[in-house]
C-alpha cells in the first residue's frame, strides 16, 4: 500500500458493497423462508403421491442453498464492513499527518518521506539550520532514535517533519496489513461452482466464518459488546441499541454467541443458532467420513480357564482406542442433528408451526433448546425440561413429547397461539443408578434455566404478557425445584411428572401463584417410589403426596415414560390434562380425589 493508493481509498465504497451483500443475504433468507415455511407446507397439505414427494424434496434442497448463500454473503458483507473499517482508520491517521504536514508548510513526498525547509535561530556565524527530509519510521526502535535525534537538532522543523512522517509511515503500515490480511480473506469467500450445497461445502462455511471472525476481532472489539452482567433484560437491552449493520457483524461473525445470549429475540437466535448447527453438521460428518469404519469383526471367542469367553477382537479394539470415542461423540451428536432437522422439515404437516432452534452446542452430552412456534408472540408458552439422560444424540423422543402437546394445547385454545420448548439446556445425569442420585446436576443447570424463563419474558413482543407453563419429568423436575428454590422463577404454572422429588418440601415454595402446581404420577412408574425412599428426598415429600399441596391431575398411561402419549382415540389424559393447564384452563383438569383419611381403618 503506498501514499498515492490510500490517498485516494474511499473506504466509504467498500461499505456500501458490504450493503449490498448484506441485502443479498436477507434476500436468500427470505427466499429460503418462503420455500421451507410457505410453499413446502402448502404442498405437503396439498398434494400426495411419489411426484410431490420428490418435488417437496428438491424444495428441501434449494432451501438449503438459500440458507447457504445467506451465510456466504452475509460472512462477505461482515468481511468488507471489517475491511472498510480498518481502512477508513489507516486513512483518517494519513489525513491527519498531511493536514498537519501542510499547516506546518512541510513537503509530503510521494514515498512519503517529507522534506522540511531550514529554520531555528541562527547560530554563531549567523546561519540558520538547515532543512531536510526525514523518512517514517515503524519499527519502536528505529523511531526512538530518529525521534532523538530530531529533538538534537537546532531546527524545530526537523521534530515536526520526523513526527509526521512517522504518522504517515504507521497508517501506511495498517492500511498494508489489513489489505493482505483481508484480500486472502475475501478470495476464500467462494462457493463450489454446481447446485448442491454439500457436507463439505458447509464444513468450508464453518472454516470461512472461524477465519473472517479472527481477522475481524478489532472490528467486532469496536462494535457495542454484550453487556458483562449476561441478563436477559440486559442482552436485550443491548440488541434493540444495535443499527442493522452491526447486529448482521454480531451473528454472521459470532452466531454461537448470539444465539446463545437469552433475552434476544427467537427469530435472531434461531438464524445464528441455524448457521451454527449446518456448519457444525457439515463439519462433523466431513470428519466421520474421513474415519475408517470399525471393524465388522468385533467380537471373539477365547477359551480362558477351560470356559469359553466372548471379547473383542485385538482389530476392534486398536480402532477403538485409535477413533472410539471421537466416533461415538460424531455418531450421537450426527444422529441428535438429524431428529432436529427431522422437526424442521415436518413444519405444516397437521398444522405444526416453524419451529425455532434457541440454543444449540455438541459439546459434551449436546445442548438443545427447540421451540414449536414462536413464544416472543404466543399467549401460552410451555416450556419442557427433561431428566435423566437427556442428551443431544436422544433429543428425538423429547422433541416430539412438545410436539405432541403442542397439537393438544392448540385443540383446546382456539384463536390463539401456543409454543412449546424442549429445553435441553443442562447436563442431566447419564445414569439413574450412578448419576441420579445426585443434586449437583440440579443446582449447577438451575441458573442457566432460570435465565432462559427471563428471557422469554424479556423478548416477549405480544400485546400482553404469555402464559407460561413449566413441564418437567422425572429429574428435570428435580432441576426445576433446585431452580426455584434458589431465585425466582418466571413461570405462572408448574406441572411435574414422574417427579422423585422437587428439592422443596411443598408447593407454597415454588415461586408460583397457589393452587398452579399439579402433579401427574402414572400407574406404574417407580421412579416417585425412589424419591419417597430415597434419591431425590433428602428428607422431603414428593409431588405425588398429598401433603405436598400440588393438584392431583388424573392419568391414564402407564410407566414413566407415557405422559405425552397419544392412540388411534386421541390424546391420552395425561396429555390433555397437561394442555389444559398450559392455555390456562386448569379449571377443567380431570383430578384425583384425595385421599381417604380414614382408609386404614376400614
Known amino acids: 500500500m503506498d501514499l498515492a493508493t490510500l490517498k485516494a481509498l474511499k473506504p466509504s465504497e467498500y461499505s456500501e458493497a458490504a450493503d449490498g451483500y448484506r441485502t443479498t443475504s436477507d434476500m436468500a433468507s427470505a427466499a429460503k423462508d418462503r420455500v421451507e415455511n410457505q410453499i413446502v407446507v402448502a404442498m405437503r397439505n396439498s398434494l400426495k403421491g411419489e411426484a410431490a414427494t420428490a418435488a417437496i424434496g428438491q424444495l428441501g434442497e434449494l432451501g438449503k442453498n438459500f440458507h447457504y448463500i445467506q451465510v456466504e454473503c452475509g ?20 489525513d491527519a499527518a498531511l493536514e498537519g504536514a501542510r499547516a506546518a508548510k512541510l513537503t509530503v513526498n510521494a514515498d512519503g518521506s517529507i522534506t522540511y525547509p531550514a529554520g531555528g535561530e541562527k547560530d554563531a556565524d549567523g546561519k540558520i539550520p538547515d532543512g531536510g527530509t526525514v523518512s517514517g ?20 522543523n526537523h521534530r515536526l517533519a520526523q513526527d509526521y512522517a512517522d504518522q504517515i509511515a504507521a497508517a501506511l503500515k495498517e492500511a498494508t496489513e489489513a489489505d493482505g490480511k483481508w484480500a486472502p480473506k475475501l478470495r476464500a469467500l467462494k ?34 459488546q454484550p453487556p458483562k452482567d449476561g441478563l436477559p433484560a440486559s442482552n436485550a437491552e443491548w440488541w434493540k441499541g444495535l443499527d442493522a449493520e452491526q447486529q448482521a457483524a454480531w451473528i454472521s461473525l459470532r452466531p454461537d454467541a448470539v444465539g446463545a445470549l437469552d433475552g434476544l429475540p427467537a427469530t435472531v437466535r434461531d438464524e445464528a443458532n441455524r448457521i451454527v448447527f449446518d456448519e457444525t453438521r457439515g463439519k ?7 474415519m475408517p469404519k470399525p471393524p465388522l469383526n468385533e467380537w471373539t471367542w477365547i477359551t480362558a480357564g477351560g470356559y469359553p469367553s466372548k471379547v ?107 409454543s412449546t420448548i424442549t429445553w435441553i439446556g443442562y447436563d442431566a445425569p447419564d445414569d439413574v443408578v450412578k ?107 414428593i409431588p405425588s403426596d398429598h401433603e405436598f399441596g400440588a393438584n392431583q391431575m388424573t392419568t391414564d398411561t402407564e410407566g414413566h415414560s407415557g405422559y405425552w402419549d397419544t392412540g388411534s382415540a386421541g390424546d391420552s389424559t395425561s396429555l390433555l390434562n397437561q394442555a389444559l393447564v398450559v392455555v390456562g384452563k386448569g379449571d377443567d383438569v380431570a383430578l384425583k380425589p384425595p385421599p381417604d383419611p380414614w382408609a386404614h381403618v376400614k
Request: hydrophobic share 35%; glycine share 12%.
Open 75 to 94: 460472512l462477505v458483507s461482515a468481511a468488507l464492513e471489517a475491511f472498510s473499517w480498518e481502512m477508513a482508520a489507516a486513512k483518517s491517521k494519513l
Open 137 to 156: 519510521l515503524t519499527d519502536g526502535t528505529a523511531a526512538a532514535i530518529g525521534r532523538q535525534s530530531a529533538n538534537f537538532d537546532p531546527n524545530p
Open 191 to 224: 462457493a463450489d461452482d454446481d447446485l448442491t450445497v454439500s457436507d463439505g461445502d458447509w464444513s468450508d462455511a464453518a472454516s470461512d466464518t472461524s477465519g473472517v471472525k479472527d481477522a475481524g476481532t478489532k472490528y467486532l472489539d469496536s462494535l457495542p
Open 284 to 290: 462433523m460428518q466431513t470428519e466421520l467420513n474421513s
Open 312 to 418: 473383542h477382537t485385538d482389530e476392534w479394539m486398536d480402532w477403538h482406542r485409535q477413533y472410539g470415542d471421537r466416533y461415538e461423540h460424531l455418531t450421537g451428536s450426527l444422529k441428535g442433528m438429524q431428529a432436529i432437522q427431522k422437526r424442521f422439515d415436518q413444519t405444516g404437516t397437521n398444522g405444526l408451526p416453524e419451529a425455532y432452534l434457541l440454543g444449540f452446542s455438541t459439546d459434551d452430552d449436546g445442548r438443545a433448546i427447540v421451540a414449536n412456534g414462536n413464544p416472543d408472540t404466543a399467549d401460552h408458552t410451555a416450556v419442557y425440561v427433561p431428566g435423566t439422560t437427556s442428551d443431544l444424540p436422544g433429543i428425538e423422543g423429547d422433541v416430539n413429547r412438545m410436539v405432541n402437546l403442542w397439537h393438544s394445547a392448540e385443540a383446546k385454545a382456539p384463536g390463539q397461539s401456543v
Open 435 to 541: 448419576d441420579a442420585p445426585f443434586k449437583h446436576y440440579a443446582y449447577d443447570g438451575a441458573p442457566a434455566f432460570r435465565e432462559f424463563m427471563d428471557g422469554l419474558d424479556a423478548s416477549h413482543s405480544g400485546d400482553t404478557p404469555s402464559h407460561t407453563t413449566v413441564i418437567a419429568h422425572s429429574y428435570g423436575t428435580t432441576l426445576v425445584g433446585a431452580a426455584a428454590e434458589t431465585g425466582h422463577l418466571n413461570a405462572d404454572d408448574l406441572v411435574f411428572a414422574g417427579s422423585p422429588g422437587v428439592r422443596v418440601s411443598g408447593a407454597d415454595e415454588l415461586d408460583v401463584p397457589k393452587g398452579h402446581v399439579w402433579n401427574e404420577e402414572a400407574e406404574g412408574d417407580v421412579v416417585p417410589d425412589i424419591g419417597r425412599w430415597g434419591h431425590g428426598g433428602d428428607g422431603f415429600i
